[in-house]
Nanobody, 127 residues
Framework: QVLLAESGGGLVQAGGSLRLSCAASGYAFRTYAMGWFRQAPGKEREFVAGIRWSDGNLYYGDSVKGRFTISRDSAKNTVYLEMNSLKPEDSAVYYC????????????????????WGQGTQVTVSS
C-alpha cells in the first residue's frame, strides 16, 4: 500500500499563493504518475495537475493552466503544487493521487490497476 501524506492547504485571499506537498511512502507498485485532483462541495472531482514519473512530463487541467505549477523531488518521492493567482473558484479539498497506469490516473473511476489517495487538504480562497 502506498501512503500519501499531504500538507500545505489553508486560507488565502484571492490573488494569493499556496504550495501543497504530497509525500509518498511504503511503495507497493510502480508509479506511473503522481498528481492532484480537487473537489468542491456539490461539484464533481476535477483533475488539477500531474507529473509522469518516468520522464517528468507535466499535465494540467484547463482551469489552472498558467497559474499552477506541479513539480517533484524524486529523491523524496514528493510532488509539489505551487498555486498562484488563486481565485475563489479554486476553493476545494485537494487530493493527491498516484497510480500504476495511465487510464486510472486521468480517470480514477476506471477499475484498472492500483491507485492510492491522500487524505485531502482544504484550500479556501476568499474574495
Amino acid at each position: 500500500q502506498v501512503l500519501l501524506a499531504e500538507s500545505g492547504g489553508g486560507l488565502v485571499q484571492a490573488g494569493g499563493s499556496l504550495r501543497l506537498s504530497c509525500a509518498a511512502s511504503g511503495y507497493a507498485f510502480r508509479t506511473y504518475a503522481m498528481g492532484w485532483f480537487r473537489q468542491a462541495p456539490g461539484k464533481e472531482r476535477e483533475f488539477v495537475a500531474g507529473i509522469r514519473w518516468s520522464d517528468g512530463n507535466l499535465y494540467y487541467g484547463d482551469s489552472v493552466k498558467g497559474r499552477f505549477t506541479i513539480s517533484r523531488d524524486s529523491a523524496k518521492n514528493t510532488v509539489y503544487l505551487e498555486m498562484n493567482s488563486l481565485k475563489p473558484e479554486d476553493s476545494a479539498v485537494y487530493y493527491c493521487l498516484t497510480t500504476d497506469n495511465e487510464p486510472r490516473f486521468f480517470d480514477p473511476s476506471q477499475p484498472v490497476g492500483s491507485a492510492s489517495w491522500g487524505q485531502g487538504t482544504q484550500v479556501t480562497v476568499s474574495s
